[in-house]
């Protein structure tokens, strides 16, 4: 594929994908282009390599620096124009990750290239070699660009061993094949691996800014204060600029007060509005709901409603005496049915109010006060809201309402005992090997999204976040029942709800996941 034969389609995809999720991938370089690009490093290559990851701006002479800088833009600005039009190359360079320990790229942010109380920057990366885990792809923490600062600065201020931990937990490792290219908001976090394979991983990286936006550069003098100098600054700063010290051939155009970074995962919360979006939502809907499905909202079900939450009780493994989180509670129809058959407590967390108030009600009726307890709030932060040492977390169709799932994932973590387990019941995206199977997938998957307020979960994401908070899986498996799929249908029939292209097909597989909180500490 040739810069010509992209689509403007591409570009509207991008940006959307872009201001969300802060990056998006595309197949970018022409096959004659990604030679030529390889050709050009193998005849122009780095002499300065004293550690196993080095770039062509850390390279020693301004001449070969413009050399290098020249060469990609006159390759890739065509791409740029068409991906991302009205945005200029500021300047690109090589960067070359050898075998070795050393080669490894901390947690950070790239600096602020424009002022972006007016602009926004983005990065262009293009391995020219395939990448995967083990040769040092990216790892990037998607969305991280909506609660990271908008004035980055130099020196780097180290992150700790705490806000590490958190940027690897919440992050995506971005497998790209040679020629393929993530373009991402400069102020996205992410790092790379060292490359554990035998051979080089090279790459070309480019920041992009506005046509016409005058480049800008933040200094920090002093690591620890909030005082920031923003100097205006050519693109030829960028070859020679040493990050340690006072930026040179600029021009001082002002300070700022701008407090130094550090990392909060919970500060995405802050900027994040789906989970208002869901109580609006079962604020709406509950009663609908509980005229077709009665007081158990879960479309997974056998025609036996006891048939069901016995099923889910013997399997989550709940005994008697256990405290547990019910997580997505609904009006807490499984909740009361626990409660009745097997002597627990229970704490059942609801973002809804109408939920709460009916819940409530279902409680007071059974005679359930002291062993139920209702709480309205976000349970990606029950660990702030629930007493600790639980036994137990479930979430019964109610972990993909969380836009975050790996916060939820954690907090759970954090209310259990050791030896506690999660267990989740739900439907994640199925994976075809026909391209245009998968497309129809993907479109259902996107229509369910929107019509229940919905993000169906990845397995394989999610299993990650299970075992990087410090869970062992204990099981992956289909239920021992078949869904009667007629209250579903009913349901959606009653109210218009249309998902399904060219007709109703298997889109996503009904699985049930329960794991053990095992590892603690720096064991994680």
Request: net charge negative.
């Amino acid at each position: 594929m040739s810069a010509s034969d992209l689509s403007l389609k591409t570009d509207l995809v991008n940006r959307d994908m872009l201001s969300n999720q802060g990056y998006t991938i595309n197949s970018l370089l022409s096959p004659l282009d990604l030679l030529q690009l390889q050709s050009f490093f193998s005849q122009n290559p780095h002499l300065n390599r004293e550690t196993a990851f080095h770039s062509t701006m850390g390279q020693h002479g301004s001449d070969y620096k413009k050399l290098v800088d020249e060469h990609i833009k006159s390759v890739c600005q065509p791409y740029v124009d068409v991906l991302i039009p009205g945005y200029k190359i500021l300047f690109g360079n090589f960067l070359i990750k050898e075998p070795g320990i050393d080669g490894s790229v901390g947690v950070h942010t790239d600096w602020s290239y424009v002022d972006e109380s007016i602009h926004t920057s983005y990065n262009l990366w293009i391995p020219l070699v395939d990448t995967n885990e083990k040769n040092g792809c990216l790892h990037v923490w998607p969305e991280s660009h909506h609660f990271a600062p908008s004035v980055r600065t130099t020196p780097y201020l180290p992150f700790s061993k705490k806000e590490e931990h958190t940027v690897y937990y919440n992050s995506k490792p971005m497998c790209l094949t040679a020629g393929q290219g993530i373009i991402y908001h400069s102020g996205i976090i992410h790092y790379s691996n060292p490359n554990r394979s035998t051979i080089d991983r090279p790459a070309i990286a480019m920041v992009l800014i506005p046509e016409g936006a005058q480049a800008m550069h933040y200094y920090r003098p002093n690591a620890q204060k909030s005082l920031v100098e923003a100097y205006e600054v050519p693109p030829t700063f960028f070859f020679n600029h040493n990050p340690q010290e006072t930026p040179k051939q600029s021009s001082l155009s002002g300070t700022l007060d701008v407090a130094p970074f550090r990392i909060d995962e919970f500060k995405m919360l802050d900027v994040d509005s789906s989970q208002k979006k869901v109580s609006e939502y079962y604020n709406q809907w509950t009663p609908a709901y509980r005229e077709t499905y009665g007081d158990v909202i879960q479309a997974y079900r056998p025609t036996d409603e006891s048939d069901l939450l016995n099923y889910i009780l013997n399997s989550s493994g709940i005994v008697e005496g256990q405290s547990i989180v019910d997580a997505g509670c609904g009006v807490c129809g499984p909740a009361v049915f626990f409660a009745k058959n097997r002597s627990i407590q229970i704490e059942a967390i609801t973002i809804s109010s109408v939920q709460k108030k009916d819940a409530e009600i279902k409680v007071m009726t059974a005679g359930l006060e002291q062993r139920i307890n209702v709480i309205e709030g976000d349970f990606r932060t029950m660990h702030l809201q629930t007493k600790k040492e639980k036994d137990g977390v479930l979430f019964l169709e109610s972990l993909g309402h969380s836009s975050k799932p790996q916060l939820s994932i954690r907090a759970s973590y954090n209310v259990l005992k050791e030896g506690g387990f999660i267990y989740i019941k739900d439907f994640f995206t199925r994976e075809s090997a026909d391209c245009a199977n998968q497309e129809r997938i993907n479109r259902t998957i996107q229509n369910i999204n929107r019509e229940y307020d919905y993000c169906v979960l990845d397995l394989q994401l999610t299993l990650s976040y299970l075992r990087k908070a410090g869970f062992v899986i204990d099981f992956v498996k289909r239920f021992d029942f078949e869904s009667d799929v007629e209250i579903r249908k009913a349901f959606e029939d009653k109210h218009n709800i249309s998902v399904f292209e060219g007709g109703e097909f298997v889109p996503a597989e009904w699985l049930e996941i329960r794991a053990i909180k095992h590892f603690t500490g720096d064991d994680r």
